[in-house]
């Protein structure tokens, strides 16, 4: 690798890849553990200023949460872990982990009011959100025990802007210990594309909707692509990105909630899209195709793009590359109306999000104080080490360029498990959870032939401006967002299938039936969907640290 590329890694967060259906996924365990006794009787902790683990008590904090897939596949309980085992070692603190079958015992165990110490779960969906949790009694301002979580805390503020006023309250309640991403704005989804069709034609790879356009035509013509472009729509930055909006809610240049599908650049979206579906260049079949079918036509030949997580380029040119030793699909970059321009639309990530697992310290626990301190391991350098790539020498490597990868063991699995279920037994980085998960994290995953494949994309998909452009990553307070909600998926109903019948020709896209188009959308009652998310936005844009 050359001295620019290693330059790149530096602003490289990579995640969710090799088709990374994985993350976040959760499945019943192999048994059902009970709730064990929680011990009652508190230790006396001291604020500490520095990371003094490990800690001499022979308390148990006791933690609820659904296991992730790929931990509950090949272990009953996160206890067995070699991850927890290492933590229990550096911290000194012990944790028994209950485990229910699903999210939904967790009402009942509220409506019992017999709580653990320390509760995980994706609050966004718990009713009234975590609103409802202060508003009951049920768990603690994280504040209030911010002397013994140093580094959470300290990241929070050192980085207020990006994550700290998103994890508070209007009142400036912290809710609790959730997943972070280590840098802002990057992206491991975008559109990739046959680079060794690309050279045989004698084409760079595209930039522009023309470029593109003249791109898929000669895998129609030269190639005898069936599908040229198998995917990526309706998608909410491919193709739509270039004409300056998303397929959804978005922020515009002026700080405006607005809707893309009702923008007057949409009306040239959709001519792009019911020109190219005419002449063969989309896949005829696109609305329904799943990600194996698409896999197997890029394979095949019977496609040359697409848009995908970054998992493809080891998943797809792994097995390309047994039939075809020129195989080579890479990352393009979103596509724009000009040549030069930087892309305004792509897919990026903030480094927050209100679906991410989180733990919270209930109210009832006598030790909140030693929950903190074990949380906040995880946010620790140790910390944040450990969970994303496990002990160094038996789980993870450093190479000579500076980069994380995976051990031998990891890839080639003894037990005959899969990559992310050695994962699980070293790590929490399978899943959002309460660590930050680190900025090279699926770098390690990445096999060595294809590193440089996954570097390139992480890259030229970040380089746009969407971050200014995405809806705040907070949530919609209970009162208003139901119906806000309700109203949304109505309109995006109406939305794709007013999108088929202009790609498919049923309508032609005539200034008339687009503007009967619009007019409808805003019957539906939009303009409150839009009026609530603006009160957020505003009333979150607006904190300063």
């Known amino acids: 690798m050359n001295g620019k590329q290693f330059k790149l890694i530096s602003i490289v967060l990579v995640i969710f890849i090799v088709i990374s259906l994985f993350a976040g996924c959760v499945a019943q365990p192999n048994s059902e553990v009970s709730q064990p006794s929680k011990t009652d009787v508190p230790i006396e902790l001291a604020p500490y200023e520095s990371n003094n683990y490990p800690i001499k008590t022979d308390v148990v904090l006791t933690l609820w949460g659904v296991p992730y897939a790929n931990q509950s596949a090949v272990f009953d309980n996160t206890a067995d872990t070699e991850w927890y085992k290492e933590v229990e070692k550096r911290t000194g603190i012990k944790v028994e982990f209950v485990h229910p079958q699903n999210r939904e015992a967790l009402s009942v165990m509220m409506a019992t009011g017999d709580l653990p110490d320390m509760l995980s779960n994706q609050w966004h969906r718990y009713p009234g959100n975590v609103q409802r949790l202060f508003a009951d009694g049920l768990i603690v301002n ?26 508070e309250s209007d009142k400036g309640e912290i809710f609790g210990f959730t997943s972070i991403e280590a840098k802002e704005g990057l992206s491991d989804w975008g559109p990739v594309i046959r680079k060794d069709w690309l050279d045989d034609l004698g084409l760079n790879v595209p930039e522009t909707i023309d470029e593109w356009y003249i791109t898929l035509t000669e895998f129609k013509n030269k190639k005898n692509a069936t599908a040229p472009l198998v995917g990526g729509i309706p998608d909410d930055a491919f193709i739509i990105g270039a004409y300056g909006i998303k397929n959804s809610l978005m922020v515009d240049d002026d700080g405006k909630i607005i809707y893309g599908p009702m923008q007057p650049s949409y009306k040239g979206y959709l001519s792009t899209l019911a020109k190219w579906y005419a002449e063969g260049l989309i896949d005829k079949d696109f609305a329904s195709l799943q990600s194996q079918l698409r896999n197997s036509k890029l394979i095949q030949g019977e496609a040359g793009a697409d ?5 493809v380029l080891n998943s797809i040119n792994s ?7 020129k195989y080579n699909l890479v990352a393009a970059p979103w596509p724009t109306l000009n040549k030069g321009e930087r892309p305004k639309i792509g897919v990026s990530y903030w480094q927050v999000s209100t ?31 450990l969970a994303n790539f496990g002990v160094e020498g038996k789980s993870y490597t450093i190479n000579s360029q500076g980069i994380y990868r995976y051990t031998d063991e990891l890839y080639n699995s003894p037990n005959g498990w899969s990559l992310f279920q050695e994962k699980a037994k070293w790590t929490r980085s399978n899943a959002s959870g309460a660590y930050i998960r680190h900025e090279m994290l699926n770098l390690a995953n990445a096999p060595e032939k294809f590193l440089n494949h996954y570097i390139d ?34 309109v995006k109903t109406y939305v794709d299938e007013m999108l088929y019948k202009f790609i498919f020709g049923d309508i032609s896209i005539d200034d008339t039936n687009f503007n009967q188009y619009v007019s409808h959308v805003g019957k539906m009652k939009i303009d409150k969907v839009l009026d609530v998310h603006q009160e957020t936005y505003d009333s979150v844009i607006k904190k300063t640290k």
């Open 319 to 325: 097995v390309g590359l047994e039939n075809d030793p």
């Open 355 to 385: 679906s991410d697992e989180t733990i919270v310290l209930t109210v009832q626990s006598k030790n909140k104080e030693l929950a903190a301190r074990w949380c906040d391991y995880s946010y620790s350098d140790e910390g944040i080490i």
């Open 457 to 490: 994309a992480y890259n030229i998909w970040s380089d746009t401006g969407v971050m200014k452009h995405n809806l705040l990553p907070v949530s919609i307070p209970a009162d208003k967002g139901a119906e806000a909600n309700t109203i949304l998926n109505e």
């Open 142 to 167: 994280l504040n209030d025990v911010k002397e013994y979580a140093p580094n959470y805390f300290n990241f929070l503020s050192d980085n207020y802007e990006q994550v700290g006023r998103y994890l």
């Open 307 to 311: 848009v995908r997580y970054a998992g």
